[in-house]
């Protein structure tokens, strides 16, 4: 069958990646507008990532959307500014400024802590709402799922087969974005022994 290659179950571990002069577990949009343009300059004079001028507004924007349908769906989260993975292993280092990675087990999070978007939410929401995605625009794109949600979802449509594969109509679909908006567990599950977990330095 010509989709055989398509994952159509959910992966059992989420991935953090971030800049270990950084830290881990930060969130942009909790800084404000001058300390978070300091930040995205250092970015762009490191040379290993490009960052549009727009880019604190799109993303102010986008996480306000995250929060009012996490909200509407789930109450009220313990974080505002949730801390942000990617569904599956995804410490591959293909992203050279945020070359570290934790990767930890799905089952350790309650469904509630959880959000999920499909592709990344600085995509989706895009995908959904601009003209001129039209033709790429699939019934996930500017939506934001539970975990009982993006399991059907993916049941449907598959994992995100990453850009690689030429397919314009699924260009930007590389991963599953997932916002967790607790970070009480992460501190339970770091004070655990390492070796438990998958942690690239």
Request: hydrophobic share 40%.
């Amino acid at each position: 069958m010509a989709d055989d290659h398509i994952v159509r179950h959910l992966p059992d571990v989420i991935t953090h990646n971030y800049d270990p002069d950084l830290g881990r577990f930060r969130n942009l949009c909790s800084l404000s507008d001058s300390e978070a343009g300091d930040v995205l300059a250092a970015i762009n004079a490191s040379g290993r990532r490009v960052v549009k001028p727009n880019y604190l507004i799109r993303r102010r924007r986008t996480e306000a959307w995250l929060l009012s349908e996490r909200t509407r769906k789930l109450g009220a989260p313990h974080l505002r500014r949730p801390i942000y993975f990617f569904f599956g292993d995804k410490a591959d280092g293909a992203d050279p400024s945020r070359p570290a990675s934790v990767v930890l087990p799905l089952a350790a999070f309650a469904d509630d802590v959880l959000t999920f978007t499909y592709p990344d939410s600085m995509a989706s929401l895009p995908l959904a709402t601009r003209s001129e995605h039209r033709a790429e625009r699939k019934p996930y794109h500017g939506q934001v799922f539970t975990l009982s949600e993006i399991q059907d979802v993916v049941a449907t449509f598959g994992m995100p087969v990453n850009s690689t594969t030429g397919d314009p109509a699924t260009r930007f679909d590389r991963f599953i974005e997932v916002p967790v908006w607790d970070d009480r567990p992460l501190q339970v599950l770091l004070n655990q022994p390492v070796n438990q977990f998958k942690f690239l330095l």
